[in-house]
Structure formats: C-alpha cells, structure tokens
C-alpha cells in the first residue's frame, strides 16, 4: 500500500551510460515531482507535471527527460550519465492547486555514477 | 537549543528537551510553508504546515511559527525523543505548483 513508490532504489551506472527511474503513486494526485538530492542534503524540483503536462522544467541538461505515461506515473531518463548526475533523486505527488499543497515523497533512488 | 538552518548545521539535544529548529525564507510572496522531517535513507516526511494568513499552528509535539516581517520560520518540538533524530528542511511554496527547500537541519538527539 506504497503512496509513492521508486524503483530503483539503488543504481550504479557507468559515465555514458543511459538509465531510467520509474515512479508511481496510488494516491490520486494529479501533480508529481521529480526532485535532485545533492551530497549535502539539498534539494531541488527538476520537473512538475500535472495531468500528464509538463508545467515546471528547471534548469537541467537536457540529457534529462522526465515522461508522464498517466497521472499515476512519472518515469525520468537520464542520457549519456556523468559524474555529477550522482545524487538521490526522489519523486513526489501531490493534489494540485497553485499553492503546491502537501507533497508525499517516495524513498528516493540512489544513483552513483563511475 | 536552537540553529539556524543554513550548510546543514547540527542541533544536538538532550531527551525531552524542547528543540527549535529555524529557518529563513527567500520570497516574500510565499503563502505556505511546509516543515518535513527525513530520517537516513528515506524521502521527506511531512510533519507540519502552514499558510502566510497564520503566524502559529500546533500539531502534536510540534508548533511552526511563521514571522513574515522578518521571513522568518521556526518548528519547536516539544519533549524532544531518540526518534525524532533526522534531518528537518523548511520549504517554501511560492505558488509554482513547486517547492523551494532550505538546506536543512540535522537534528541529533542525546539519550
């Protein structure tokens, strides 16, 4: 009965590579998030997307590229992996409206690039 | 004891001691704010908010006080407990459907 749910959890990947991070909620919402956690614990919206349209794109290489299949799900393709792409990504939902409400996170996805 | 929630400083406390945790907001056209708590190897957490109309709110064990003069945010725990040991961020809502984070707040709690 997961609310938010990443997978992987955990991936190790080398420099060039291309990978994809899968979410999905449960909980209806119809705006979900993709932030960067950094070493030092920062961190950052990538993207927001509400009702499948892409409505926050901050400034990230276009190497990344987050897709929406359905409300419910918000995947994130990284391509050609570098060094600095090695952080926690997490992915968050929430029941939309300008003020961005209650945000529900997922358990993160560790990625580490070599 | 209290810190200021810049470079991810450390708050170390006693059991059942209060804790006020601080943060400063950025943009003066924030109308919510959210408190979220992370515990080592999960996401955020929710644990309090609060839109700009109020300048407290209490929940159990915790209380925000929001001063907008100042931009200002504070979360006090009350009878501080092993369990609330993690890392606190403020966060922002500046109504881009997005939130703006703070650095954080590591928060240890001595037994």
């Known amino acids: 009965d997961t609310a938010v749910s990443q997978t992987p959890k955990y991936l190790v990947t080398q420099m060039g590579n291309d990978k994809s991070i899968k979410c999905e909620q449960n909980?209806?919402?119809?705006?979900m998030y993709w932030y960067k956690q950094d070493s030092k614990k920062f961190l950052k919206i990538m993207f927001s997307?509400?009702?499948?349209?892409?409505?926050i794109n901050e400034t990230v290489p276009n190497r990344f590229s987050p897709k929406s299949p359905d409300k419910a799900h918000l995947n994130l393709h990284i391509n050609s992996l570098e060094l600095g792409d090695s952080a926690v990504y997490f992915c968050?939902?929430?029941?939309?409206?300008?003020?961005?409400?209650?945000?529900?996170f997922g358990p993160g996805t560790r990625l580490t690039v070599t | 004891g209290e810190s200021v929630g810049l470079h991810l400083p450390t708050l170390s406390v006693q059991e059942g001691d209060n804790s006020i945790i601080n943060c400063a907001y950025s943009?003066?056209?924030?109308?919510?704010f959210i408190w979220y708590k992370q515990e080592s190897g999960k996401g955020p957490q929710f644990i309090i908010d609060?839109?700009?109309?109020?300048d407290k709110r209490q929940g159990q064990r915790v209380t925000v006080l929001l001063n907008k003069t100042v931009k200002h945010l504070s979360l006090q725990i009350a009878a501080t407990q092993p369990g609330d040991s993690a890392v606190y961020f403020c966060?922002?809502?500046?109504?881009?459907?997005?939130?703006?984070f703070g650095s954080g707040t590591r928060l240890q709690v001595q037994p």
């Open positions: 997307y509400n009702n499948k349209e892409l409505i």
């Open positions: 909980l209806g919402h119809d705006t």
């Open positions: 609060i839109r700009s109309n109020m």
């Open positions: 966060a922002e809502n500046t109504g881009r459907r997005a939130l703006t």
């Open positions: 968050a939902s929430s029941q939309g409206g300008g003020t961005g409400g209650e945000q529900y």
């Open positions: 943009n003066s056209a924030s109308d919510y």
